[in-house]
């Protein structure tokens, strides 16, 4: 069936370091690939997606490859701030109506 | 738009009683998703609609719980009798997708019903 993992948190970095969160998935077909963020006490938010092999999905910072040959899809930013502090859901879509499959989520915390 | 909107933000009820939690998706959209999280379980699909037809009802836990969608700008999740392992967030989410759609988007969520059943 599909699937996703991702590392287990929580993250504790500081101010201005850099960030990977690794993200593997299992999944028949060619699926496509998100990362959400929950901010405390709200729900949940795309922070970016690719939807074939090889595409980079960015948004404020964040990069993310689609890698089909090693299944991943992992989430990285060169300089996160105290604002980053959330947590963060690797997921991937298949079919056609856009039902979301989650990893377990990844809490990140990020200190001054 | 006001976004996917849900009520109550939060829930406290006593084991045993009904609980009815309602959302109102984005207007325009087609498919409406309910969805659980819990500490030890992460984030669960409990059931989709499409074109309000419930398409797969297989994550929903029990017979306790239902769900409908009698029109395109409102779907209810129903748990009756609430029991203290239900306690959790209870997300919706909508989006606009299908197959034959030449538009399609992302699912975009409500802000939850913190449910706390004592």
């Known amino acids: 069936g599909n699937s996703v993992t991702q590392m287990e948190g929580p993250v504790t970095l500081s101010e201005e370091a850099f960030l990977t969160i690794n993200c593997t998935y299992t999944a028949t077909g060619y699926p496509s690939l998100f990362w959400y963020v929950q901010y405390p006490g709200e729900g949940l938010q795309l922070l970016l997606k690719a939807t074939k092999a090889d595409d980079k999905g960015s948004n404020k910072g964040f990069e993310a490859t689609y890698r089909k040959e090693t299944t991943s899809f992992h989430l990285e930013k060169g300089s996160v701030q105290v604002s980053d502090s959330a947590v963060y859901f690797c997921?991937?879509?298949?079919?056609?109506?856009?039902?979301?499959?989650f990893g377990a989520g990844t809490r990140l915390a990020v200190h001054p | 738009d006001a976004g996917v909107i849900q009520s109550p933000r939060h829930e406290v009820t006593e084991m045993g009683q009904e609980v009815t939690l309602r959302c109102k998706p984005i207007?325009?959209?087609?498919?409406l998703f309910w969805y659980r999280q819990t500490m030890m379980r992460g984030l669960e699909l409990l059931i989709y609609?499409?074109?309000?037809?419930?398409?797969?009802d297989s994550g929903m836990p029990e017979d306790r719980f239902s769900a409908k969608m009698p029109n395109a700008s409102f779907s209810t999740l129903k748990i009756q009798p609430s029991e203290p392992r239900d306690s959790a967030v209870y997300f919706c989410?909508?989006?606009?997708?299908?197959?034959?759609?030449?538009?399609?988007?992302?699912?975009?969520f409500g802000q939850g019903t913190r449910l706390t059943v004592v």
């Open positions: 989410a909508s989006s606009l997708n299908g197959r034959g759609l030449s538009v399609n988007t992302e699912a975009f």
């Open positions: 207007s325009g959209h087609n498919s």
């Open positions: 609609f499409n074109n309000n037809v419930p398409i797969d």
């Open positions: 997921a991937l879509k298949t079919g056609g109506y856009n039902k979301l499959i």
